[in-house]
């Protein structure tokens, strides 16, 4: 993967799997559809492609900083 900060759309179509449109649906309408079904913030942009932030993909929740537990003493234990 490359260092930009959207995929590119060699990615998107290897992550969704999704290469050709169906029906009156352009391929990247379905893609948007099935990332945003997934869960991930997909968009499409003016030019009528997805958007997607690499962040959204490899996990910048997982890379955040935990909460911190919260004190309690032994004597509540």
Not at 40 to 69: C, D
């Amino acid at each position: 993967m490359s260092d930009t900060t959207f995929l590119t759309e060699d990615e998107i179509k290897e992550f969704t799997g999704i290469r050709r449109g169906k029906g009156s649906k352009t391929y990247c309408e379905m893609q948007v559809e099935w990332m945003q079904r997934q869960g991930y913030p997909a968009r499409l942009n003016a030019a009528g492609r997805p958007v997607i932030a690499r962040s959204a993909i490899e996990g910048a929740k997982a890379n955040a900083t935990p909460k911190p537990q919260e004190w309690t003493s032994d004597a509540w234990r």
